[in-house]
């Protein structure tokens, strides 16, 4: 039968036999997490759909939500994709001039937004004429301001939703755009459901009914990595930290009151996990699985994990313009995996995903685990094309450039060396920022590590390592430099570490390479004074 992939296809599917599966949200007002099923989520879905179309929202309009991951987000991600118009996530960490961009590039005329960021949004408002209406997730109404509680109220739970086409958009995420102004990616339903099903694959993501899934990630970042439709296509509890998802104390505490068995994030949430499991001493009861990526994760802190804590993690590589999920490792380090090395790379292509890696000229390179180059892709979750924007400079022949640099092993291992932006360039040979952070990262006195390249009048560029110390650990320069000694190449050693504090994040949670090297790449003075 020629059955349409779409995200109403999902919802009727998790309606009919899922009904009492849970949806456990933090409710950001109170802290408390309120749980309640499918069956009364989707209701409410229905009342916001009927409501959107009475506010005048038509197909393949755009409606904006800045926001958390909250239960009316979700409710927003299925209510307005079904009705046939276009979810359009926006990230309430942007700065100011960022978001004023995204919103306006977007073109929604109805904007939902989380309490938290509606002083930011009420200030901007001005900025945006064509925004009709909008609503607060909040209960608490102002000025300007309608709630989406009377938004909703009194429409009907029974929605007649529309036959889409499943080439139709559904949703809409702009790129973290360190360069440039941010870029539109839009999913289709297809594209959306069949990355629930790639990811939710056996050999991937795998949840079952019996998961209990926390996506940390967050839902105005490439759709929570599919979480919200791929949770529900397994019938899985999805549970929604709220805005506190980065504070590990609170993010231990909602793990085992909820029962967590899977969550996904980034590495930086995983660091302050289990720094806080070392400081408190406490086990997490439920927690069996992690997946983590969005950046490459040390293996230092993939088997801290493993080990002290007893959690499985898996290193998943993707980015936006591929819905997010590329690659999965499904080898989780601790015990005989580990001496293999493969826990940590970033793992196998999904299948949905095809892979290569090209030299300078495009050439493709073997899969050989040592020829390195540029990697690109090509499946039918992967973008196009960026929304409204004539810039196809990331698309060659059918594929997308990631801008990522990578080996493939003959089994298919994937392994990122690079960002292609980040990697060190000294004297013609390039240096890798992730492995030399990956060997900092094991120093028993080392937190985190970031790696940049630093201007150099003689080779063009050198490695400095950026370094946050343990609490307490009292570790030198010197001691460190001399850890790489023998364990990388000797051009590749840095030529400086310099200690601090924390290292700057992303607006996504990543650390942030571009503010190291505006920080240290210019401002430092000749003769390295900044040992802060
Ligand atoms: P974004 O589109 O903002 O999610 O960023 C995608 C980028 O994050 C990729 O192109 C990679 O550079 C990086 N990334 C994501 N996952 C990983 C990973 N597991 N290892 C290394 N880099 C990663």
């Known amino acids: 039968m020629s059955w349409p992939l779409t995200i109403a296809s999902l919802m009727r599917w998790a309606e009919r036999h899922a009904p009492d599966s849970t949806i456990a949200a933090v409710d950001d007002d109170t802290s408390e997490v309120r749980r309640s099923t499918y069956r009364a989520a989707f209701e409410r879905v229905h009342r916001l759909a009927n409501a959107l179309r009475r506010a005048g929202v038509r197909a393949g309009d755009r409606v904006a939500t800045v926001a958390w991951n909250t239960q009316p987000h979700f409710e927003l991600y299925y209510a307005v994709s079904c009705l046939g118009a276009v979810l359009h996530t926006v990230n309430p960490r942007l700065e100011a001039s960022q978001l004023e961009y995204v919103i306006r590039h977007g073109g929604a005329e109805i904007v939902f937004v989380d309490p938290l960021a509606r002083d930011l949004l009420d200030r901007l408002q001005p900025l945006f004429p064509a925004v009709r209406q909008w609503i607060t997730l909040g209960r608490a109404a102002a000025p300007r301001w309608a709630t989406y509680e009377d938004f909703i109220q009194g429409h009907a739970a029974e929605a007649a939703w529309p036959a889409l086409d499943e080439g139709a958009a559904a949703a809409l995420c ?12 839009l999913y289709t339903h297809r594209s959306t459901v069949l990355h629930a099903l790639i990811s939710q694959s056996a050999n991937a993501m795998a949840f079952t009914r019996d998961d209990v899934v926390l996506p940390v990630v967050p839902m105005y970042h490439v759709m929570a990595w599919g979480t919200p439709y791929s949770a529900v296509m397994a019938g899985a509890t999805l549970v929604l930290p709220g805005h506190r ?3 590990a104390a609170f993010l231990a505490d909602l793990i085992d009151s909820a029962g967590v068995t899977v969550a996904l994030g980034v590495p930086t949430v995983w660091l302050g996990v289990l720094q806080h499991l070392r400081e408190s001493g406490r086990r997490l009861k439920t927690l069996r699985r992690v997946i983590v990526g969005g950046a490459a994760c040390p293996p230092a802190l993939m088997d801290a994990l493993a080990v002290e804590a007893g959690i499985t993690v898996q290193h998943a590589w993707g980015m936006t313009e591929l819905s997010p999920l590329g690659t999965f490792n499904r080898n989780a380090p601790g015990g005989a995996a580990s001496a293999t090395g493969k826990p940590y790379s ?15 000229d495009g050439r493709e390179r073997a899969f050989d685990g040592h020829a390195q180059g540029r990697l690109q892709v090509r499946g039918p979750a992967v973008c196009a094309g960026y929304f409204q ?24 291992h994937m392994r990122i060396t690079d960002r292609a932006k980040d990697v060190i360039k000294s004297g013609g040979e390039w240096i890798s920022s992730v492995e030399l952070e990956n060997v ?5 006195a080392v937190l985190q590590a970031a790696a940049i390249a630093v201007p150099n009048d003689k080779w063009g560029e050198r490695p400095w390592v950026v370094v946050v110390r343990k609490d307490g650990a009292a570790v030198s320069e010197q001691e460190i430099r001399h850890w790489f000694v023998g364990k990388v190449a000797h051009w590749a050693e840095p030529d400086r570490v310099v200690f601090a504090a924390a290292l700057p994040l992303t607006a996504t949670g990543k650390v942030s390479k571009r503010a190291l090297r505006d920080q240290y790449g210019t401002a430092l003075a000749p003769d390295g004074a900044s040992h802060g």
């Open 174 to 185: 702009y790129t973290s755009g360190t360069t440039g102004e941010p870029k539109g990616v």
């Open 245 to 247: 998802a980065g504070h």
């Open 346 to 360: 970033q793992g196998q292509a999904v299948f949905g995903v095809e892979l290569r890696v090209v030299d300078g």
């Open 389 to 412: 924007s004539d810039d196809r400079s990331s698309f060659h022949e059918g594929w997308f450039d990631t801008g990522d640099v990578a080996t493939i092993g003959a089994d298919g």
């Open 440 to 444: 900092a990262s094991r120093h028993p």
